[in-house]
């Protein structure tokens, strides 16, 4: 099959067009940003993985590709939509296809509005471990799975198991149809927690098998989950942490009264290591095995990447991005750091004006008089926003608050802040180049 990609650099998209080609497919694909900047690090593991890059301008479509998958970030009346359109060259957005290929294997669908992306990659690196040879098809960039022609958020193997990402933010989660699926949590992120609960209702309905499910969020309350297996840390359910000691940099723990270990602080990757526990149980794997492997998941890209631990200084960069995620990123920072610097970056203005509230909360609440929050300005990707918020808007209502907050526009300027603290938190979604910056930290800092 001859299949074109545009939008070919966004995560999503980039893991499906590596799945293709790693399955045999001719692959090409486009992305304004490889336009602007064709040297960056994903064009070159595309590349590398014998994918063909084009300028994304229509040029590089013709009526000999059996199918054209567009981005969900790629507007309607762009030239390549029009191009494939008028060649006759069947037109597909990246969840719908991804629901194709779903309906072609025995799926587990990961779904959640905080950890999914660590979950799934989780998940798919637990079961090749154990030689189950899954696929999968992520958000996130497995750190284990990372080579130099793959980003790290897929891989192919031999079964008839595919492990999937299943992001609700553009709604057609509603149309997977799977086998299995895993529902960390639910909070505000891309809709109302009422418009998720019932995306992941839907969900329910459309599984086939049971719904691995936690029993400590009370939002999944207001979702009506059926076939559910339930783990927890507070309340009672099949799968429970007990005797739990958190470290630093790892936690030890119980299940059923086997021992476990994950290599990942916090509490919020505690219930990430059980949602796998409680699967490959149910799905007929000993706790024991299990406990064997869990040590060994060095976790998912710009989720909690340490740039400096050096006994003076901690640089950390992180995904972070939604208050929730922002609430468990802070809470294990507490943990581990008497004195922090936050730099979060929002995330797109629709999605920065939905949770501004959220955002507020969760900063006056949790920063402490030792710490200090510089808010970088909205991220844009382009396209036609509505530019109605700004980060000094969060900055003054957090002060007001009591929270030590500014912003700071040019990056270079964050360099001479340092020292004033013991750690640093660059977090946010979408935009690589935070990693650029928490290096750019780290090297001053050596």
Known sequence: MKVFFSGIGGSGV?????????????????????DLNPDHPVSRKLKANGISIVRQDG?????RFDLAIFSTAVEKDASEFRTAEGLGVPVKTRPDYLNEIVSQYRTIAVAGTSGKSTVAGMLAFLMKKMDMEPNYIGGGRVRQFTTSRNA?????????????????SDGTIVNYMPAFSIITNLDLDHHSIEETASMFSRLSENTSGYVITGSDDKNLALCNIRNAIKFSIDNRSEYQARDI????????????????????????NLYNALACIAFLAEFGIPLGRISEVLPEFSGIARRFDLHLNNGGYLVVDDYAHNPHKIFSLMRTMQRIS????????????????????????????????????VLLPVYYAGGTAS????????????????????????????????????????????????????????????
């Open 59 to 63: 040029g590089g479509i013709d009526d």
């Open 245 to 268: 000691e958190y470290h630093p940099l790892k936690t030890l723990f119980k299940v059923n009264g086997s021992k476990f270990e994950i290599s990942l602080p916090g509490r919020h």
């Open 14 to 34: 980039s893991a499906i067009a590596g799945f293709l080609a790693d399955k045999g497919h001719y692959v090409v694909g486009s992305d304004r940003l490889f």
């Open 152 to 168: 790290g958020n897929y891989i192919t193997g031999d079964s008839d198991i595919l492990v999937i990402e299943a992001c609700e």
């Open 387 to 446: 530019k109605e918020i700004s980060s000094r808007d969060l900055a003054v209502a957090i002060q007001a608050e009591g929270g030590s907050a500014e912003v700071i526009e040019d990056r270079g300027k964050i360099l001479d802040l340092l020292r004033g603290w013991d750690s640093y938190v660059v977090f946010g979604a979408r935009d690589d180049s935070l990693s650029d910056l928490a290096e750019d930290i780290a090297d001053r800092l050596r």
């Open 338 to 373: 008497n004195k922090v610097c936050y730099i979060f970056q929002p995330h797109g203005y629709g999605p920065t004006t939905l949770m501004k509230d959220g955002y507020i909360r969760v900063f006056a609440e949790n920063l402490r008089a030792s710490d200090h929050l």
